[in-house]
């Protein structure tokens, strides 16, 4: 069964990145949840412990628009064709959408370029039309990101129900572990139960 398949069910997947072998299914609200707990938390804890890896992200997640900005620039950099045209919007329609105002949004995106996650370029087809695009940096991040909630969340998702995930903590997690390895003890106990195994008392282990 494909994806087009399966009714009321939203694929999130990269189709044009090859790496993306196991497609994460979101099928609950419950889930949907955890995918923007994820963005969230893990975002802020990667910047601390790896340094500047998702700190493009980070920058817009944290700033008044800035998220929906991010959203913006990412769909024309995947999505727009390039042909005859530049990956990028004009500022009329970034503030026709990001609701926030015309002169927040300049700061914000003077923020960005100075940051050197936004560029100014001019248009394709009209030189003196000048759009905004989000840099490799932005993109590379985006991926980075995309590929560790498609690792974490397909494994917790296909191994516990949506009420043993209450007490997990994203900002923890290392996406290149088992996720059964890091899930809570009171969500381990909720995943035995509903897997029909018998509770089991785990001695405790001297620090």
Known sequence: MNATSLPKTDRIQDVRDPRSARPLIVTSAAQFTHCLLFVQEFTKAAQEKNGKD??????????SGGFHLLLLLLNVAFYKCSVGRTKGWPFGVLAARVE???????????DAIAEGLVERRRGHNNKRRVV???TPR??????????????TLASVFSEFGDDALVDIDYSRFDPRRPARSQIPPAADTLYLKSAGFPPTTKAATPE
Do not use: E, G, K
């Open 54 to 63: 998702l700190a493009p992200i980070s920058f817009f997640l944290h700033r």
């Open 100 to 110: 926030i105002s015309r002169r927040s949004l300049r700061h914000l995106l003077a």
């Open 132 to 134: 905004y695009c989000a």
């Open 138 to 151: 932005v993109l590379q991040a985006w991926r980075m990101l995309f590929d560790s909630l498609n690792r």
